[in-house]
Antibody, heavy 124, light 110 residues
Framework: QLQLQESGPGLVKPSETLSLTCTVS??????????WGWIRQPPGKGLEWIGS???????YYNPSLKSRVTISVDTSKNQFSLKLSSVTAADTAVYYC????????????????WGQGTLVTVSS | QSVLTQPPSASGTPGQRVTISCSGS????????VNWYQQLPGTAPKLLIY???QRPSGVPDRFSGSKSGTSASLAISGLQSEDEADYYC???????????FGGGTKLTVL
């Protein structure tokens, strides 16, 4: 059974960089047909897609966050990571990592496995 | 503001049938399949429906999805108290090059 686990600091100061890692177990991050993504959810609000990465390093970012986001992958550790720079209180949220199924031929794209999420608070 | 529009709330009594709508455009729902996620209080989202109307293993057949043009719907029949949750639609958007989520619908079982 595939499992994803987010890790990283729960508290980040304003203007600093938020860094999170997602560790994948029970399967290979290098599997074809899958991207790996980050999604966040501010307290009491809805889900926001942040970006996704393929094991080769190819990335897609939400245009609203693109200038501040970097997603990278480490296939040797079966991990992928998120960096969000110049954070403000508006970046306070639960951050989820998830596996994105991508089947272009039939226009199917969906997140089938999710981590439990980690709360990151931006505060001085 | 999301590119996919859902009603903020819905409600029903046990045993009833409830539907939740999701409205998009030609760049998302109109050209790609729709997915639905269920988020129970305090938990991570869970894939409920994929490819417009397919249920992952373990999802009861009380849940069904449909799509027509640039809109989609999630139907829940035989409503149960355990169905009280937030529901999100999502679809790949060819303009964004990503999968935006709808704003979410909070379902209350009265």
């Amino acid at each position: 059974q595939l499992q994803l686990q987010e890790s990283g600091p729960g508290l980040v100061k304003p203007s600093e960089t938020l860094s999170l890692t997602c560790t994948v177990s029970g399967g290979s991050i290098s599997s074809s047909s899958y991207y790996w993504g980050w999604i966040r959810q501010p307290p009491g609000k809805g889900l926001e897609w942040i970006g996704s990465i393929y094991y080769s390093g190819s990335t897609y970012y939400n245009p609203s966050l693109k200038s501040r986001v970097t997603i990278s992958v480490d296939t040797s550790k079966n991990q992928f990571s998120l960096k969000l720079s110049s954070v403000t209180a508006a970046d306070t949220a639960v951050y989820y990592c998830a596996r994105l199924v991508v089947w272009i031929a039939v226009a199917e794209y969906y997140f089938d496995y999710w981590g439990q999420g980690t709360l990151v608070t931006v505060s001085s | 503001q999301s590119v996919l529009t859902q009603p903020p709330s819905a409600s029903g009594t046990p045993g009833q049938r409830v539907t939740i709508s999701c409205s998009g455009s030609s760049s998302n729902i109109g050209s790609n399949t729709v997915n639905w996620y269920q988020q129970l209080p305090g938990t991570a989202p869970k894939l409920l429906i994929y490819s417009n109307n397919q249920r992952p293993s373990g999802v009861p057949d009380r849940f069904s999805g449909s799509k027509s043009g640039t809109s989609a719907s999630l139907a829940i029949s035989g409503l149960q108290s355990e169905d009280e949750a937030d529901y999100y639609c999502a679809a790949w958007d060819d303009s964004l090059n990503g999968p935006p989520f709808g704003g979410g619908t909070k379902l209350t079982v009265l």
